[in-house]
């Protein structure tokens, strides 16, 4: 029983470049969550999912785009990286909306 | 969902208690009280949550006021591996909606 899985655990991107992260959940959850985070900021919502097939945007969705096509699976693409989303990004996962969550070991991304 | 407020940093003196507050004025009343931890740049940690009663379990405790305004999360003895970024959460179990969101949280920093 591995939890969150996210891959890959470091990248470094340029400009305009493009990229999927990959967030792997062995849990059966129904609700799955990208987040990234900034220094001094918290962390902050991009999107999320409560189901296969679905997504929602969160507080910071701009930029990102969102797959769910397997339950277990959640992806986070950048279609043109910008310097702007050099952050350390996490997934996590719930059973229900409010239940415990559980995250991922994150992404060190730097866009250059 | 409720927002919460909570001090920027604290610290704590190794083997005391450390007693963190958080104000959620704006709590409704089905919305359940969480508490995560952060250490240094790990994916967030589930510690507790409560409705209205407090609560225990083997890392902390969780008091919740009377009128539910406002919540403190006791680490009975804390240690120097309890330096954290420590976020307070109110959300809805069970419901629909899906979005769970963290704010700055409370850097506690314990000291030998």
């Known amino acids: 029983n591995a939890g969150v899985t996210q891959t890959p655990k470091f990248r470094v991107l340029k400009t305009g470049q493009s990229m999927t992260l990959l967030c792997a959940q062995d849990m059966n959850h129904e609700y799955m969550y990208w987040y990234r985070q900034d220094p001094g900021m918290g962390l902050r919502l991009i999107h999320y999912?409560?189901?296969?097939?679905?997504?929602a945007k969160g507080e910071v969705p701009d930029g990102y785009n969102v797959s769910r096509l397997k339950k277990q699976n959640f992806l986070l693409g950048l279609e043109s990286a910008a310097p702007s989303q050099t952050s350390v990004y996490f997934c996590?996962?719930?059973?229900?909306?409010?239940?415990?969550?559980?995250f991922g070991q994150g992404t060190r991304l730097t866009v250059v | 969902d409720a927002k919460t407020t909570q001090p920027p940093s604290m610290d704590c003196a190794e083997g005391r208690a450390a007693n963190l507050p958080c104000n959620h004025s704006?709590?409704?009343?089905?919305?359940?009280v969480y508490w995560y931890r952060q250490i240094h740049s790990q994916g967030p940690q589930y510690i507790i949550h409560g409705l209205k009663n407090n609560e225990t379990n083997e890392m902390a405790s969780l008091i919740i006021t009377e009128d539910r305004k406002s919540s403190t999360l006791i680490l009975p003895h804390a240690t120097l591996r309890d330096t954290a970024v420590y976020y307070c959460?109110?959300?809805?179990?069970?419901?629909?909606?899906?979005?769970?969101?963290f704010g700055r949280g409370t850097q506690l920093t314990v000291w030998p």
């Open positions: 704006t709590i409704s009343g089905n919305e359940y």
């Open positions: 959460i109110v959300t809805y179990r069970g419901s629909t909606l899906g979005r769970l969101y």
């Open positions: 999912s409560v189901g296969e097939g679905t997504t």
């Open positions: 996590a996962s719930t059973l229900v909306r409010g239940a415990e969550a559980f």
